[in-house]
């Protein structure tokens, strides 16, 4: 796996694993502590086409300021737009797959209904162009609303939040292929969805301070906020390409 920091962040190797650090400090600057294995790569040379990944893990808080997880995602924020972009790749729609969480001031989700913070099961599906692309990028500043409804006509996503003491260690497993996905926490399924994003994808796991908000009513927010000193920690990584 590549190990890479922003200033005021760290990864550190530990026992059977990673320690992932951010420390305290002001809405000033980006914290991000990642590991991943495409950061190297133009986004077609991703490497996974399914997978399953399974890891034990535990954060140094329930509720901290910004975001973490880990799972598979396309890298979709490209030129460094604040959010862990590659800086030779462009924009994209987004396709991930991943055990999330959120801070409130986070609002991740095109379609309405569905959870946007916290702690969640969540999967994006997107295609490389549709029709209904021009229109949303025309009208975006003019009618941010309208904007998303359209985008959550383009890109398929589903979640589910869950109920999990992170500040505990626990299993995580998540089997994805090319017809749906699995989530599972100590072995046990917690959700299953049919919306599997569209390869090829790459394993990304972090912990960040910032935040990024697309609200049902065309709010759109994005930067990064202060907090306390954070880490994540993960054991027992074990990636297995699995058959489309």
Known sequence: MNESATKNAKVDTAENGWRLGIQKGDSLSYRDAQLDDYSQLSRHKFPHRSLSLSLRAKTSSSSPAGTWGFGLWNDPFGMSLGFGGSPFRLPALP???????????????FTDGKPAQGFLAQTFRSPKFHPLLIPAGLILPFSPRLSRKLLSRVIAEDSSALRVDVTQWHSYRLEWSQRSVLWYVDDTPVFESPVSPSPPLGVIIWIDNQFAAFTPEGKISFGVLAGGEEWLEIEDLEIKEEEP
């Open 95 to 109: 396709n991930a797959v991943w055990f999330f969480y959120a801070s409130p001031q986070n609002y991740l989700s």
